[in-house]
């Protein structure tokens, strides 16, 4: 399966008479696309904003971030099961608005969504402080369902960045990548010799807001199962996740899975990438026995060397991982595994909730209950309301001054836990 | 001079001798003796000072401890330093507790940074790591070069108030306090560099070693139920509506106590759930889902339960540190016992 990303680069944002891409500057029409998202009758208002790398600009609080991207050839199209018919994605040639970001944002439920600055001490741990984005402040019906909020607000996002995506069907790409996955029977014959390495992406399905699709589908129904790695990067995994913002996974990094390109970049050289194993992080321990169970079962299927294993989430879904990794190296299989740290402000404390000695290779995005201050910003895009009881935040986090005092929590995506970030901890 | 330093040693290398002059008293000399003359001039620099050197025999510090310490303590704090730095004491057993012990009570008691070092196998390595900063030295005094280059860089940006690097940058014995840091590649990349090792069997190095884990063994069975009191604890954030002590959605710094005397139903008119872990719907609407005193009461009534407890305590478990989850309870489980509780039934969410 070979999938050619073509990356045409935006340097600015702009609001235009006509949404479109010029010189790198993308221009987005207001109107149409408060049309679009209001074409959803449990919506009321959709207030379209701007936000740029190096502006003093916070927007509180985030639910999703996704990258638009297209399909320019192949089959499907991007987010299939939600913006295009259910069909095979990851094959042909998809164009991307690299350095453009969509994010939504509204009180889905107060205390589980983040906030992204865009300059200061906040802007260094989120990746979406250097991305021009285009935020939707999205405010529903009265009296509508949490859940039934959160679902208008992901297939808005989605909807936006699939009407901005089309914006480079046409376009040139000012950069091309190329990602080609042989199958698992032809990778071993041209790679015989090289360790056979697969990726086990664990995917948040607690439910209750805590949910991830898979081409539709919610991950907590799903058995343990396997995925082409190119299909990710067509959108077949999009988030529907209401928890700390610092370690869930947006859409937009499923859909640049950084485990999945640095396992290409070594892909022929260091070791064989055999694929991506998609398992779930379900609440009963009947449903983590079993996921980990066909994780480890798949890795023998596939007679693997070594696999890394990336989490979602934290607490909870700690024993999922370690359960992961423990059947997993149980079955002769070499493991890293991704995570983060919920070590005390103090950094004193332990930080996962469960331990196991297989578990000797960890990579950790970061102490995610250190204490930052976030100067105040000349502007907020949504509403400083919920900073307070925001997961990271205290009863007068949000100073008189406009600065928040909080837990790195609060800052989507900061310690990401499939690495997409140079956060660490020791 | 911008900043005082006192400097810690012991008697041997105050220059009053060896083992036979170890019952020496604490005492205080002016200025620099011995290793405090090449860490005072690597100090300079930065315009600090080793003001004042306090010493003490190693048998008297240890044998005298009480005295000691407190004497050792009262002649650093006449001084008034910015910083106090002790040893290295290497592999010198006595002398590294000595340094630990200081070191860690200077900083504890007279809130003033302090530094020491040691060997990283001195017994005073371990007791006294996650009190004080203790720079990582070789085994013998053979090591003092090493060890002063070492020790000044920190002690200046301590003495500066500059956060502390990692162990590894800055080369103390890892205090099992976690740190964060920016590191050169995106987690990724160290992910499949880590593997590409570990499949090579080539060493490398953990990012987060696993802790010896703290596992519960879960009490013998109540035997008598029927005359058993018994509480209700959560930690699932149920709380009066309101939240009126503010507990937090994630990473709670304090817990609850209420009072459930005379109720039988958690209602959404007076009870919610704080707890920022969750879809928080079904909690709100009903609350015995997450702290179930409605039934508690059909068993006291059905007498399969002596009493249910008038209090409970509650906290949320979201992103709560353990160490401060502990904590709560050893504080909250005493006033338990107190009050004649025979068990709890622990809810999570």
Redesign the interface.
Known sequence: MKLELGYIYIKDVQFGAKSEVKDGTLYVNKEEIQKLVLEDENLVSCDVDLARPGESVRITPVKDVIEPRVKVEGRGGVFPGWMHKVDTVGEGKTNVLKGAAVVTAGKV?G??EGIIDMSGEGAKYTPFSKTNNVVLVINPIDNL???DYEHSLRVAGLKVATYLGELARNLTPDEVKVYEHEGVLEGYKKYPDL?R?AYVLMLQS?G???DTYVYGVDAKQSLTTMINPTELFDGAIVSGN???ACDKNPTYIHENN??V???F??HGK??NFVGVIITNENVYLADKMRSSDWSAKLCKFLNL????V?QEG??NPDTDLIMNCKKIEAEGV???I??D?????????????????A????????????VIHLPKMDKVIGTLDYVD???????GSLQPDGSIIA???VITSAT??????????? | MAYKVVHYINQFYAGIGGEEFATTEPAKIAGVKGPGMALNAALKAAGAEIVATVYCGDSYFAENNEDAITRVLALIKEENPDLVICGPAFNAGRYGVACGQVAAEVKEKLGVPTLTGMYIENPGADMYKSKTIIMETKNSAAGMRDAVAKMAPVAIKMLKGEELGSAKQEGYIPTGIRKNLFENERGAKRAVDMLIKKLAGEEFETEFPMPEFDRVAPNPAVKDLAHATIALCTSGGIVPKGNPDHIESSSASHYGKYSIAGVNDLDAEHWQTAHGGYDPSYANADADRVLPVDVMREFEKEGKIGKLYDFFYTTVGNGTAVKNAKKFAAEYAQELKANGVDAVIMTST
Not at chain 1, 359 to 370: E, P
Not at chain 1, 389 to 395: C, D, K
């Open positions: 439920v205390f589980q369902e949490a859940h360790p390495v607690q209750l807001l805590h209401c928890v700390s950084p485990v390109e640095e396992l970049a070594q260091k070791l060397d070594g696999a890394i990336s934290f607490g070499k493991t890293v991704i995570t740290e919920y070590a005390g402000q103090d950094g004193s404390s332990q930080s996962l909730a469960d331990a196991d000695v578990a000797n290779a960890v990579v950790t995005g970061g102490n995610a209950n250190v009881i925001i997961a990271g935040g205290w009863s837990e790195l929590q990401n836990e499939q690495g997409y970030n140079c956060l660490s901890a020791r």
